[in-house]
């Protein structure tokens, strides 16, 4: 089995036709669903947040078997992400997406759960600690992006469940659970 790292390749990824967008309905359906998969199990091994589709990304090119994705099969494997909400564009042109291999809501609950599993109910603790302190490492929340940390910390503040101090700079942003 192909290797990419530490992260292994499935079987199809050395199938020169998947690297073709397939002009039959139930060929590209399932083609599709692979390329979704797999795009997000990379993506959350490798904490990796954004994808550039006009940007080098080792999933879109395997040079085993001398295939890269047209950018055509890029943007329509990027986009049902999207349309599933696994996934956002992060430009009007499509070229760069924010993928969310925990869905928004999901992210809210591993918050809630980080502070439980460390004592941070009704304590303070900065934006910049949830997302590289020491209380996080090992955890998925370690290197976060802060778009996705922002959106689930508006989430749960309209739930009541945490309130967020802005600062004087991004640096000193604050967030005080009350699970």
């Given at each position: 089995?192909?290797?990419?790292?530490?992260?292994?390749?499935?079987?199809?990824?050395?199938?020169?036709?998947?690297f073709?967008?397939?002009?039959?309905?139930?060929?590209?359906?399932?083609?599709?669903?692979?390329?979704?998969?797999?795009i997000?199990?990379?993506?959350?091994?490798?904490?990796?947040?954004?994808?550039?589709?006009?940007?080098e990304?080792?999933?879109?090119?395997?040079?085993?078997?001398?295939?890269?994705?047209?950018?055509?099969?890029?943007?329509?494997?990027?986009?049902?992400?999207?349309?599933?909400g696994?996934?956002?564009?992060?430009?009007?042109?499509h070229?760069?997406?924010?993928?969310l291999?925990?869905?928004?809501?999901?992210?809210?609950?591993?918050?809630?759960?980080?502070?439980?599993?460390?004592?941070?109910?009704?304590?303070?603790?900065?934006?910049?600690?949830?997302?590289?302190?020491?209380?996080s490492?090992?955890?998925?929340?370690?290197?976060?992006?802060?778009?996705?940390?922002?959106?689930?910390?508006?989430?749960?503040?309209?739930?009541?469940k945490?309130?967020?101090?802005k600062?004087?700079?991004?640096?000193?942003?604050?967030?005080?659970?009350?699970?």
């Amino acid at each position: 089995m192909q290797k990419l790292g530490d992260f292994k390749l499935p079987h199809f990824f050395n199938y020169p036709p998947y690297f073709t967008l397939q002009p039959v309905r139930d060929t590209r359906e399932k083609q599709i669903q692979l390329w979704k998969e797999l795009i997000l199990d990379y993506c959350k091994t490798q904490k990796l947040f954004v994808i550039g589709l006009e940007e080098e990304f080792p999933l879109f090119t395997n040079p085993v078997i001398e295939r890269s994705l047209t950018h055509e099969a890029r943007e329509a494997f990027v986009s049902a992400l999207v349309s599933e909400g696994r996934a956002e564009w992060m430009d009007k042109g499509h070229r760069k997406c924010l993928v969310l291999w925990h869905r928004i809501q999901d992210w809210a609950e591993i918050l809630l759960q980080f502070a439980k599993d460390n004592g941070l109910e009704d304590s303070v603790v900065t934006i910049e600690e949830i997302r590289f302190g020491t209380e996080s490492q090992g955890t998925e929340l370690h290197g976060i992006d802060r778009t996705i940390l922002n959106r689930a910390l508006k989430l749960l503040e309209q739930k009541g469940k945490l309130v967020v101090f802005k600062g004087t700079s991004t640096d000193d942003e604050g967030v005080k659970f009350s699970v």
